[in-house]
């Protein structure tokens, strides 16, 4: 099996596994309980909680675990705007992940006013149009660090000196970034960040959000007094053992494992520009995460080359997971300006930790002579 | 940790061996996405669906109405809030109980910031809610009443199934909290007649991480989780797989396994309940004396504080709590035991004893035989001892 569908999610780390099925046996304590058991899952906690801190160049009680990277984004949003009833503005851009969109979209129902910033044809937002959408009554912008279908790198650091300078809060969807390219938060500027553990070898069902201490929000989930009264319900605690220890492993890795996965991108996208003609490259060259390839087979369905890949044991996708089940065209691709029928015939390859060369020269073996064929076929 | 006396199943139980090793391969090969189209997705995509038969057939509902969630105080969130802003044409009256665990009452009062109104309704001494009190506060304007199926202080059980009927005959939707019966109790969510009900799989033998919503088929209810298309667009983000797989067993065995184990679990109970009362003075039974959990044992014993019973329980090797593990953290009083008539000094008092499926006699009698010389001595000392 090749599977090149790692932004949709990541097979988890065997070590991460290993922890967990420990952790599921061993401890099964409460973290709100006062006895031993409780009080050593809560201390396991606290090191999981110390560990992404680090990641982010964050501190320990800046760190908010939830149930997903969804949730991070909808405690995100909503959180700021609940608390700033006197301001109703809203601004995000226009290729977010529906977690945001959608979000976005309820918050329009209940009577806010959102404003979506265009982007380039490479998925770049539009910094002027930004600047001027900014008004006093806005509470919150969230624009995404990188894009999930085309890997795009936003300008995060550009978006919050133009932010500070208005005094609007800045929150970044870091899913598809995070353990990718540098998430430092102090860096980057930023009062709130998103991540996922399952896009970076750890589980589902668990997610996190960095919230800069002094931060004005109110939970979106209330009822007792875990993550300090701001995320209630009985902690996934080996949801959070497992993230801690998926990003130890990623920051001991380091860059020398994400520079071997670019190279296996980079030799993937050159080989399928070389030997599949009529073929476009969506997302730019630069400020990309690398790992990510969106390509455009102009004239062809996506879904036939996706289910003939398949049948090779070729896992890639046709749009983000979270909409594969719907008929709609990506609103990322038509917001980048892609006609419908281009859209349509876009492949995400998106590359990760297990893939080798093997895996690389065995699409290159494979996508030209399917393509030719299902060409053939369509009479293309 | 092999020799724990651990009698605090209400705050969280161990996960099933038979649950862990269903588990085990979605930690592993079987990683795919189930929003993803090939096969490996199919295979968590059916997984789920699979899980999700297991948890309707526990509460006799059909598959389709039952959402995943994050966790039980999840699905009390999504079910108030959600019904509350989806009915908000119609009304903004809400109705629960003095007693409901924090998720609800803290959704409760954070609906009041946004312009809802809420009447918590008061109980006995035993726990109960009183019916009269509910046709009383019932209002053109009420658009949901919330009250839990039973407390996970005291154990007592609400009369749900009188309550759904009020609420039918006055077109009010009605949630009910039972994350502390399903896996224990007999549920139908016809025979309730219930519209929306709360489970989380930690409480009977699951993993944490992982609850579900009840949603009876045409229920007006908003999302509290929007993104994706995922459950049905009910509840957005990438499902917990391996947690959900793990619900799902829980439900299985809790299916076939609960009755018996229940009148293990009260016999137990029972035994510990007598074997205190006779030991030791100046107690009395926090809860109903028949409609409780059959596991729950929350015993007030009087001069002394809780606190200090619980850390010498400790030293022993027994593990109970002095109120719901959610506010174990912080030292106030038990708002349920304050519901119910306690002054706050009685209510420091109390032990909550909650028993499971892997307690034995030998369990029970060591608590019996340790509990009593440490209310000795801590009485002794205690500056409001009894004269």
Known sequence: MVYLDNNATTPIEPAVSE????????????????????????????????????????????????????????????????AFPEKNEFITSSIEHPAVIETASYLEKRGKKITFIPVDQYGNIDLEFLKKAISPKTALISIMYSNNELGTIEPIKEVVKIAKEKEVLVHTDAVQAFGKIPCNVN????????????????????????????????????????????????????????????????????????????????????????????????????????????????GMEADAILLALASKEIYVSTGSACSEDSEEVSHVLSSIGLKPEVARSTLRLSLGRFNNDEDVSKVLSELPEIIEKLRKISGL | MDNLVYLDHNATTPVDERVIKVMLPYFGKKYGNPSSIYKLANESDKAKEEAREKVAKLLHANSNEIVFTGSGTESDNYAVKGAAFANRKKGNRIITSSIEHHAVLNSCKWLEKQGFKVTYL??????????????????????????????????TIEPVKEIAEISRQNGILFHTDAVQTVGKLPIGVDDLSVDLLSLSGHKFYGPKGVGALYIRKGTRIDSLLHGGHHESNRRAGTENIPGIVGLGKAAEIAAKEFSEEGIKVRKLRDRLEN?????????????????????????????????????????????????????????????????????????????????GRNNTEQDIDKVIEVLPPIVEKLREMSPIKKR
């Not at chain 1, 069902?205 to 939970?219: D, N, V």
């Not at chain 2, 929350?298 to 027994?318: F, Q, R, S, T």
């Open chain 2, 275 to 355: 074997g205190l009362i006779k030991k030791i003075d100046d107690v009395f039974i926090n809860g109903h004396p028949d409609k409780r959990l059959p596991g729950t044992l929350n015993i007030c014993i009087k001069y002394i504080e809780g606190e200090g019973m619980l850390l010498h329980l400790d030293h022993n090797g027994i593990a109970a709590s002095s109120g719901s593990a959610c506010t174990s953290a912080s030292l106030q009083a038990s708002h349920v035991l304050i519901s119910m008539g306690l002054s706050h000094e009685v209510a420091h008092g109390s032990l909550r004893f909650s028993l």
């Open chain 1, 187 to 298: 860096k980057l500027g930023v009062d709130l960040l998103s991540l996922s553990a399952h896009k970076i070898y750890g589980p589902k069902g668990i997610g996190s959000l960095y919230i800069r201490k002094g931060t004005k929000i109110l939970p979106l989930i209330c009822g007792g007094h875990q993550e300090r009264n701001l995320r209630a319900g009985t902690e996934n605690t080996a949801g959070i053992i497992a993230l801690g220890e998926a990003v130890q492993i990623f920051q001991a890795k380091g860059d020398k494992d994400l520079k071997r996965i670019h190279k296996l991108a980079d030799r993937l996208k050159k080989g399928i520009e070389e030997r599949i003609p009529r073929v476009i490259f969506n997302g730019p060259e630069k400020n990309r995460v690398k790992s990510t390839l969106s390509f455009s087979f102009t």
């Open chain 1, 19 to 82: 922890k967990m099925c420990w952790f599921l046996r061993e401890h099964f304590g409460n973290p709100s309980s006062l006895y031993p058991i409780g009080r050593e899952v809560k201390k396991l906690i606290t090191e999981a909680r110390e560990t992404v801190a680090d990641a982010l160049g964050a501190m320990r009680s800046e760190i908010f675990f939830t149930g997903s990277g969804t949730e991070s984004d909808n405690f995100a949003i909503y959180g700021i705007m609940n």
């Open chain 2, 122 to 155: 008061g109980v006995d001494k035993h726990g109960l809610v009183n019916l009269d009190e509910l046709r009383d506060a019932i209002t053109d304007k009420t658009i949901l009443i919330s009250i839990m199926h039973a407390n996970n202080e005291v154990g």
